[in-house]
């Protein structure tokens, strides 16, 4: 069974996780604070989940996500990622992250800076577009009539056709985007960011709602009528 190696172990990394373990993957959780931070989470998990530092959770993880802010990607360790496919969850907030001019003027994108970081592993961007507990409230079985997609970029199509088998096992089918250079269309303040998957209502955010591939598809190319508009 494949392990899922875990760079960051919030909000998205910890939802991941459990989906992961829900879904009989083991996982190896890590943080910047050290493993004796996470014994509570790992409890939480039972017997497929233990704590490392990020170079163990890279090592062990046949497949890594990294879900770290953006500003630290350069923290990422490169050698043990070499060969491996990375999911990149990393989102741009400039409040938070301090200002990065490739971004700003739209030369390149968040999971392209972590790709050059990692020029020898297998960038995959995905789970950065939806709401950590909408993550895992709207996890569904394959077949299911409410199942919701999520969308991936990736340069790799072996590595998109993992990370799509794992979305799969944990819920969710995937809506291939292309490289990781459009991974612009589900960034922060598109229309397939995370309010898509949003009720109406002032308790909309508390009422996810299933989004299947083709309202994903409509949102992912109103993103690309928009920013066309706006170059145009």
Do not use: C
């Amino acid at each position: 069974m494949t392990t899922i190696g875990l760079i960051g172990s919030g909000n998205i990394g910890g939802t991941v996780a459990r989906l992961a373990v829900a879904a009989g993957y083991d996982v190896v959780l890590s943080n910047s604070r050290g493993p004796e931070t996470l014994q509570d989470l790992v409890a939480e998990l039972g017997p497929r989940a233990r704590a490392a530092t990020p170079v163990e959770a890279a090592e062990a993880g046949d497949l890594v996500v990294v879900t770290i802010p953006l500003r630290a990607y350069r923290d990422v360790p490169v050698e043990p990622l070499a060969g491996k496919i990375v999911i990149d969850t990393d989102n741009y907030y400039p409040e938070r992250d301090g200002r990065f001019p490739e971004l700003d003027d739209e030369s390149t994108t968040t999971s392209e800076l972590l790709q050059a970081h990692l020029p020898r592993s297998k960038v995959v961007k995905g789970f950065n577009n939806i709401f950590f507990k909408h993550l895992l409230a709207l996890a569904r079985p394959a077949g299911s009539a409410d199942r919701t997609a999520l969308p991936i970029a990736g340069d790799d199509a072996d590595a998109k056709a993992a990370v799509t088998e794992f979305f799969d096992a944990i819920g969710y089918d995937a809506v291939d985007v292309g490289p990781l250079a459009e991974g612009w269309r589900f960034q922060r303040d598109t229309t397939a960011y995370a309010a898509l998957y949003a009720g109406d209502g002032p308790d909309g955010w508390d009422n996810p709602v299933p989004v299947d591939a083709a309202k994903l598809r409509e949102a992912l190319a109103a993103a690309r009528r928009y920013a066309e508009m706006n170059r145009g």
